[in-house]
């Protein structure tokens, strides 16, 4: 079992910055890949970025690339996902996945993933 940490977030104005971290309670990252997803309330969860934390391979949304950097901080066990140049269309709840078996091409889809954050709110306004 892996309990996942959300932290950052909050309330961002356009064109601003914001970071959102994950945690994993009690182990490493060190055989996963770990992924973040944002919903809007009423609608699927969306991929937003992934990477594989043996070999830091990457995966990025169409919307979120030049934007989004998703990355390893290994002193913390943490993923990060820095976000920039903000978008009120980016509001949403942040979700951190989390799983050891995911194969690349089934990265994009929720249903995949077995571990989830309680997610964190980034409301950017316009």
């Known amino acids: 079992q892996v309990q996942l940490v959300e932290s950052g977030g909050g309330l961002v104005q356009a064109g601003g910055s914001a970071r959102v971290s994950c945690s994993a309670s009690?182990?490493?990252?060190?055989?996963?890949?770990v992924a973040w997803f944002r919903q809007i309330s009423g609608m699927e969860r969306e991929f937003v970025a992934a990477?594989?934390?043996?070999?830091?391979?990457?995966s990025y949304t169409d919307s979120v690339k030049g934007r989004f950097t998703i990355s390893k901080d290994n002193a913390e066990n943490a993923v990060v996902l820095q976000m920039n140049n903000l978008k009120p269309e980016d509001t949403a709840v942040y979700y951190c996945?989390?799983?050891?078996?995911?194969?690349?091409?089934?990265?994009?889809?929720?249903?995949?993933?077995?571990?989830w954050g309680q997610g964190t709110q980034v409301t950017v306004s316009s």
């Open positions: 990477i594989k934390w043996n070999g830091g391979t990457t």
């Open positions: 009690g182990r490493t990252f060190r055989t996963y890949t």
């Open positions: 996945a989390a799983d050891s078996r995911i194969i690349r091409s089934s990265w994009t889809n929720f249903k995949n993933w077995d571990y």
